[in-house]
């Protein structure tokens, strides 16, 4: 009988694996053993230690929901999300950020130029710009789904009695690839921190707050989709956004709104300020 040891049980586990040769699942689940065990070695983990993991992981599961799923949300608080973005943004495209869990595939479309505020009070504010591929040339009917938190930092789908479809829309870019409509500035606001990844934020002494963004979903055939946010210069989090979304490329300035400045459009709204952000999509 072989004996195994701490030196030459990773290769039995993966050996014990009968998966397809040259599969990428193969390759992800040979690579996850290889970097758990070294990590345990790494670290003479002991068991109550591993315990301890293992408990974390089992009541993110417990206080996961449907609406709330934890395990995502440690992968935000952990940098995993954004590495996973980084790395699946192509050359010369706008850079990917969180989509966050506030995304519904079902927003209404809207026309250009609309307000997506409701009766939100708050700073009224043109959001324009262009979408283009990597060469510049524009990008006309491409699809701007957008969404967003409110003045005060709460999307209309965490309030009772308010309606979920509120800043949030779907625009067609129009024949020159541009959009534009008016909605509030957002505010920043926290990530659950009432369940065990909040354990983990204090334990690590951090907060868990983000810097106020716009969310967006660009596509346009045969293109490839990005899923990104919009920041703005000279707010707070920027450096520290808990789940670390802002790029300097995705940062933009809020500006007062002078007519004009983005074209010939028409407004459902006189907006306060504006902001300009051209979105680039590689092809597919
Ligand atoms: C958000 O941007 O909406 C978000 C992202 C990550 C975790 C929680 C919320
Ligand atoms: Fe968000």
């Not at 957002?186 to 009432?194: M, R």
Request: with cysteine.
């Amino acid at each position: 009988m072989k004996d195994i040891n701490q030196f030459t049980i990773t290769e039995a586990v993966k050996k014990s694996f009968r998966t397809e040769e040259g599969s990428r699942f193969k390759f992800l689940l040979e690579k996850l053993i290889d970097h758990l065990h070294d990590f345990t070695r790494e670290t003479n983990l002991s068991q109550d230690e591993w315990m301890r993991v293992l408990t974390f992981l089992y009541d993110c599961g417990k206080i996961s929901t449907p609406e709330r799923h934890e395990f995502i949300l440690l992968s935000d608080v952990l940098g995993f999300s954004a590495l996973v973005d980084m790395i699946n943004t192509r050359g010369g495209a706008t850079e990917g950020s969180n989509l966050g869990p506030f995304y519904l595939d079902n927003a209404p479309r809207k026309r250009l130029g609309a307000d997506i505020a409701g009766e939100r009070e708050g700073v009224s504010v043109l959001c324009h710009g262009v979408v283009r591929d990597t060469l510049g040339h524009a990008l006309p009917g491409a699809i701007v789904d957008t969404w967003q938190a409110d003045g005060s930092g709460t999307y209309p789908i965490q309030e009772a009695g308010q309606d979920k479809y509120d800043l949030r829309g779907i625009f067609e870019a129009d024949g020159e690839g541009r959009y534009y409509y008016t909605t509030v500035l957002p505010k920043p606001y926290t990530v659950p921190y009432d369940g065990p990844v909040g354990d983990l934020l204090r334990a690590g002494d951090r907060h868990a707050w983000r810097a106020a963004h716009l969310h967006f979903m660009i596509r346009s055939p045969g293109m490839r989709s990005i899923v990104t946010e919009l920041f703005f210069e000279n707010t707070d989090y920027l450096d520290n956004d808990a789940v670390f979304g802002v790029r300097r490329s995705l940062v933009a300035k809020l500006e007062p709104y002078k007519p004009g400045k983005a074209g010939d459009i028409e407004l459902e709204r006189q907006p306060d300020a504006m902001i300009g952000f051209d979105f680039v999509l590689a092809p597919a």
